[in-house]
Antibody, heavy 115, light 107 residues
Framework: QIHLVQSGAEVKKPGASVKVSCKAS????????ITWVRQAPGQGLEWMGW????????TYAQNFQGRVTMSTDTSTSTAYMELGSLRSDDTAVYYC????????WGQGTVVTVSS | DIQMTQSPSSLSASVGDRITITCRAS??????LAWFQQKPGEAPTSLIY???TLRSGVPSRFSGSASGTDFTLTITSLQPEDFATYYC?????????FGQGTKLEIK
């Protein structure tokens, strides 16, 4: 079975960075990309960008340009999303998902930004 | 950027009903449209891609269709487990935007 297992909840202070991991299993990791989507409390889904696990090419949504870095480690079939200069409105659940189109989702990682 | 406008934003229905949710793209997306279901406290799950192709394991009471820039998700004979929030997403042009969601509630 295909699984995407994300790292645990994080609490960060404003201005800090957070790095979320997404470990894939059950398929050939380089054959697909990974996208990241976030959901603020009580809100809808927001697309952040994606990375090709084949060649590491990234495309980021304009809203996150300059603050987000997506990467992969093919030796461990793991994708990472690092978001910097955190603000309180970055408090959200962050999801990874296999693409394209999205088929499998991770379970989500709660990131809380609070002083 | 392509805007995805979902309607209605909320919907009340009864078990056994047939419902339709609409997603309108602000420009052509060549049917690169997916539908997702999300239950409270859970990650989304994937239902349909390329506007009308059902994911393996998704019940046949779910269907998707397209007409130009208008896309519909139809659920026939609603079951208790179908009450959830539904989102569309276009994956034709960056940024790959989502609709704002439709919350389907029990009447």
């Amino acid at each position: 079975q295909i699984h995407l297992v994300q790292s645990g909840a994080e609490v960060k202070k404003p201005g800090a960075s957070v790095k979320v991991s997404c470990k894939a299993s059950g398929y050939i990791f380089p054959n697909y990309g990974i996208t990241w989507v976030r959901q603020a409390p009580g809100q809808g889904l927001e697309w952040m960008g994606w990375i090709s696990a084949y060649n590491g090419k990234t495309t980021y949504a304009q809203n996150f340009q300059g603050r987000v870095t997506m990467s992969t480690d093919t030796s461990t079939s793991t994708a990472y999303m690092e978001l910097g200069s955190l603000r309180s409105d970055d408090t959200a659940v962050y999801y990874c998902a296999r693409v394209w189109p999205i088929d499998y989702w991770g379970q989500g990682t709660v990131v809380t930004v609070s002083s | 950027d392509i805007q995805m406008t979902q309607s209605p934003s909320s919907l009340s229905a009864s078990v056994g009903d047939r419902i339709t949710i609409t997603c309108r793209a602000s420009q052509g997306i060549n049917n690169y449209l997916a539908w997702f279901q999300q239950k409270p406290g859970e990650a989304p799950t994937s239902l349909i891609y390329r506007a009308s192709t059902l994911r393996s394991g998704v019940p046949s009471r779910f269907s998707g269709s397209a007409s130009g820039t208008d896309f519909t998700l139809t659920i026939t004979s609603l079951q208790p487990e179908d009450f959830a929030t539904y989102y569309c997403q276009q994956y034709h042009s960056y940024p790959y935007s989502f609709g704002q969601g439709t919350k389907l509630e029990i009447k």
